[in-house]
């Protein structure tokens, strides 16, 4: 029995599990919480626009206040850690943008 079992952890490890499931980069745990907080964001903005009580939606938008926040935190650390790149619009780009939304006023 003790064989079989030592058997089957070479096995897993050669596949490159370590019986605690796979294995994730902080990268990637980040990412994940980043995109659990979006989630949260968007199904909080559902529940504010439904919401029939004042109290419940001033609530929810409290807690959206919060998720908002772990959002950013999230997204500064990620920058800082380079996990999560943005690229800078470039000037001519934003002069075009700029132009378009003058002329439409």
Known sequence: MAQQQNQQGQQSQQQGYNGQGMQFSDSDLMNLALNETKNTAHALNIYITEANSNQ?????????????????QLFDMMQQKGYYKVQNADQQDISQAQSKFSQSN
């Open 56 to 72: 419940l939606r001033q609530d929810y938008m409290t807690v959206l206040g919060d998720v908002y926040s772990e959002q950013k």
